[in-house]
């Protein structure tokens, strides 16, 4: 599926769910910046502060393209839902939403050690005009699982299984869907500037020839001790390519 022109924010994606899209890239005459919170922020401050940041930048609130956040723990699918619901009709408030498309990308993870006491945010990017010496890119996350399914439980790829093996096949299937979704935007490894692992589990055994050997880890691999958000699931994955990052 061709990417999806959203004008109003300077940037094109790939249509997925209603909480997400699968990716976004800038459109010619744009790039996109990326702003870490140095501790995260609850859902409600962190709206407050980006709606300041994209103010002082001069961008419209329609100008965020990519939210990065942070839950307690995994969530059942009923408690996804309502959690999305929630997220989502903040993002239409902004005039983000059209006609029920979310053009926004987003991970959500659990972090595994010293989790927050509700979700909130952990980094978040939006478009800024000015063209890019390279593309200006960001990849949703994505767990062991298909989307657009009826439920995530039925259809995990080898579920429970967190032997190396198993781990391997889910990594495998994710490392896929950020190569579909990165050549959907017109992208691929060589084009990252960021690549970042999800799991509580060892990925040792399957780092280099998995992992590196596709090229993911041009830049190294952000691991991060978290888990996917939703019971069930256990790796995911996220890559991006930008030209700047700051920590706020």
């Known amino acids: 599926m061709p990417a999806t ?31 870490m919170f140095g501790t995260p922020v609850t859902l409600a401050e962190g709206f407050r502060r980006i709606e300041a940041i ?16 942070r839950s307690p723990l995994p969530m059942s699918e009923t408690g996804f839902r309502r959690f999305n619901e929630l997220y ?11 006609d029920g498309a979310n053009p926004v990308a987003r991970s959500n993870v659990c972090p595994g050690h010293a989790p927050p006491a509700e979700p909130g945010f ?21 767990g062991e699982v298909p989307e657009g399914k009826a439920s995530y439980r039925d259809h995990i790829v080898r579920p429970g299984d967190i032997s190396p093996a198993g781990l391997r096949e889910k ?7 950020m190569e579909a ?43 991060h001790y978290c888990r996917p958000p939703v019971v069930g699931l256990d790796f995911e994955m996220d890559c991006r390519g930008v030209d700047r990052e700051r920590v706020i």
């Open 5 to 35: 022109e959203f004008t109003a924010g300077g940037y094109r994606y790939l249509a997925a769910v209603f909480q997400y899209s699968a990716g976004v890239t800038a459109l010619p005459g744009f790039h996109i910046e990326r702003v």
């Open 54 to 69: 994209l103010a002082d930048a001069g961008r419209p609130l329609t100008a965020l393209c990519a939210c990065e956040l």
């Open 88 to 98: 989502v009709e903040r993002l239409a408030e902004w005039g983000i939403i059209v």
């Open 122 to 142: 952990h980094a978040f990017s939006y478009t800024v005009a000015g063209g890019a010496a390279r593309p200006s890119f960001v990849v949703a996350g994505s």
């Open 171 to 177: 990594a495998r299937f994710v490392l896929d869907a």
């Open 181 to 223: 979704r990165m050549a959907g935007l017109g992208v691929g490894w060589r084009d990252t500037t960021a690549t970042q692992v999800y799991t509580v589990h060892d990925i040792h055994p399957f780092l280099v020839d998995e992992i590196i050997a596709r090229g993911a880890a041009a830049h190294g691999v952000a691991w």
